[in-house]
């Protein structure tokens, strides 16, 4: 079937600026050539765009299409896990999202929604996926959630962990490089797109400052991961982890901006550039950390300053900048509790990054805030994540040959960076998406249940404002 796009301004990602007067022609998924509309061959259907802006697909290199992990989450929706990464890459569609990087998660339920939908099975953006972050334990574990072990059965905790850790977790910290090689090998052998593995801890007790893998030994993966014709990248979270995963030849680096209280040094800016390394960044906008700065303590206030420092000398350094945003979807009852709420997921939806289905506009404000032109931000959203993840051939521009991936809008965006939300209309691979069937099945966004008959009778031992009387350090009155 084809198709010819007609009337808008075409925005392709390859020139410098917007075209006026040309139509897009698509035929079996791909663009078949962008030319005057009367140079080109009379298509089965044409759609009238005028007044309108059409560009690439946007992409976003680090959601985590199942990042609501809580034990609650994870015991209601066992054996469904699949679904709810089809529900969250639908989300992800309908706010223009047409490819997603999942760089965490469990991947024989992420391969699974990826093939369903690369088959059309399903719609959904279009997934590729690591799996698990080479080095780490799973989701009930020091690594993530430390809370579980001891309270949900070890039968279950045991197999939750397994179903992301795999043989890939931190067993590997004991082994030679050698030894780790070889089970990444085996472990690339099942399937997934591209690796990605520890640079630094995460969280922990040091904050994300110890190192994960040794030099030797990240070489060695990165090493793996090309040898099998993928992509390599690291998680990072200091100065010193940030260096060692450039030089161990890494394509791209998470959250890059992300150093702990330390400025990124300029010889480790000047890498990024120089190796040709992509740099995810994590930035929040000005009006962002003002709320965020009410509910941190002083000691997370100096790490949020020094990657918003960073944000801002990655961009101006030269290196190549990725939009992502961990982006995932939270249960509406968890975005409620204080563990949430007074963190950076727990920011208005406006402000909030890690919203899978806002958290990459709030990206593209929060860098023009930090002085990203126009064009570069629709780069860092679209073509040189392809590049990072060498899918460029396919993806990432609106040029002849690429597969049709487009997002009409109704406002410029090279006028605001506000203007990518509005969103008109969305292309996937040639066939219009009907983005008000998105979500198909609400499971993780549906709204809270209705509240049980009990609840109004239901009476809790301390009352809730002022703190009863009693020893202060052991009746808090705030439950």
């Avoid at 079937?1 to 006026?20: E, F, N, P, Q, R």
């Avoid at 047409?98 to 059309?120: C, E, S």
Wanted: hydrophobic residues 40%; aromatic residues 6%.
């Amino acid at each position: 079937m084809s198709l010819l796009l007609t009337g808008a301004t075409v925005i392709d990602g390859v020139s410098d600026k917007g075209i006026d007067g040309r139509a897009i022609l698509i035929e079996n998924g791909r663009i078949v050539a962008i030319d005057r509309p009367d140079e080109l061959p009379a298509p089965a259907e044409t759609l009238d765009f005028s007044g309108k802006f059409i560009i690439p697909g946007l992409m976003n290199a680090n959601v985590h299409l199942l990042v609501n992990v809580l034990f609650e989450t994870l015991v209601r929706y066992e054996g469904r896990y699949e679904d709810l990464i089809v529900e969250a890459a639908q989300v992800a569609l309908k706010s223009g999202m047409t490819t997603v990087f999942d760089t965490w998660g469990p991947r024989r339920a992420l391969m699974a929604a990826r093939d369903r939908i690369d088959q059309g099975a399903v719609p959904g953006s279009r997934i590729r996926c690591a799996g698990n972050i080479i080095g780490f334990d799973g989701p009930f574990s020091d690594d993530f959630d430390r809370r579980i072990p001891g309270v949900g059965s070890s039968h279950f905790v045991d197999r939750v962990n397994a179903a992301w850790v795999e043989n890939v977790g931190r067993q590997l910290m004991w082994l030679t490089p050698e030894e780790v090689g070889k089970e990444v090998r085996t472990y690339l052998e099942r399937g997934v797109d591209f690796l990605k593995y520890a640079s630094n801890e995460h969280g922990g007790a040091a904050a994300g400052a110890f190192i994960q893998f040794s030099e030797r030994t990240q070489r060695v993966i990165v090493e793996e991961a090309h040898r099998a014709g993928l992509t390599a990248q690291a998680h990072t979270s200091s100065v010193e982890g940030l260096r060692l995963a450039i030089e161990a030849g890494c394509d791209l680096v998470q959250h890059a901006n992300t150093t702990g209280p330390t400025e990124i040094p300029r010889e480790t800016l000047e890498l990024f550039a120089g190796k040709d390394c992509g740099a995810v960044v994590f930035p929040l906008t000005d009006n962002g950390f003002k709320v965020l700065k009410e509910s941190i303590s002083d000691h997370e206030w100096t790490m949020w300053k020094a990657a918003d420092a960073n944000a801002r000398n990655l961009a101006a350094s030269g290196a190549s900048i990725l939009l992502a945003n961990d982006g995932g979807i939270f249960a509406p009852e968890v975005l409620n509790e204080p563990m949430i709420k007074g963190t950076w997921n727990g920011l208005p939806e406006d402000e909030a990054l890690g919203r899978l289905a806002t958290g990459h506009f709030v990206w593209l404000r929060a860098m023009e805030e930090k002085g990203m032109s126009p064009m570069a931000l629709l780069h860092a959203a679209t073509r040189n994540i392809a590049k990072a993840y060498q899918v460029d051939d396919d993806l990432g521009t609106l040029e002849a040959g690429k597969i049709a991936d487009l997002v009409v809008l109704d406002e410029d965006p090279l006028q605001s960076a506000k203007n990518y939300q509005s969103i008109h209309a969305v292309i996937k691979d040639g066939t219009v998406v009907d983005l008000d069937a998105l979500p198909q099945q609400r499971l993780l966004t549906a709204g809270l249940p209705p509240a049980l008959e009990e609840e109004a009778h239901y009476k809790r031992a301390l009352h809730h404002g002022a703190r009863l009387p009693g020893c202060p350090s052991c009746v808090k009155g705030n439950h």
